[in-house]
């Protein structure tokens, strides 16, 4: 059975930092793309950063030079460091796993909440 937990989150002041982490269960995860979104209140869930199995990180514009995404495979874990977070950046925030680079995530966390205050 395949698990992904995050945990991390929190209240923070903007500004401030948080790390995430995304522990991995009955999977490899050096075989999956692992991908970071987010869903804040009244919107939809949105990508915010992938790391392929190479390595290659991506991240959209909104988050770019804030939060750095990685992963070790040897603890099957991936990490989302975010700093100098603002209100917006408040949402739930999810892991993914993408085996093969396909279009869709096969595997989903359950989420840990991020708020940002003013």
């Known amino acids: 059975q395949v698990m992904l937990v995050e945990s991390g989150g929190g209240l923070v002041q903007a500004g401030g930092s948080l790390r995430l982490s995304c522990a991995a269960s009955?999977?490899?995860?050096?075989?999956?793309?692992m991908g970071w979104f987010r869903q804040a209140p009244g919107k939809e869930r949105e990508f915010i950063a992938r790391?392929?199995?190479?390595?290659?990180?991506y991240y959209v514009d909104s988050v770019k030079g804030r939060f750095t995404i990685s992963r070790d495979n040897a603890k099957n874990t991936v990490y989302l460091e975010m700093n100098s977070l603002k209100p917006e950046d408040t949402a739930v925030y999810y892991c993914?796993?993408?085996?093969?680079?396909?279009?869709?995530?096969?595997?989903w966390g359950q989420g840990t909440q991020v708020t940002v205050s003013s």
């Open positions: 993914a796993a993408n085996f093969l680079d396909k279009p869709n995530y096969d595997y």
């Open positions: 009955g999977l490899t995860l050096s075989r999956y793309t």
């Open positions: 790391v392929t199995r190479s390595g290659t990180t």
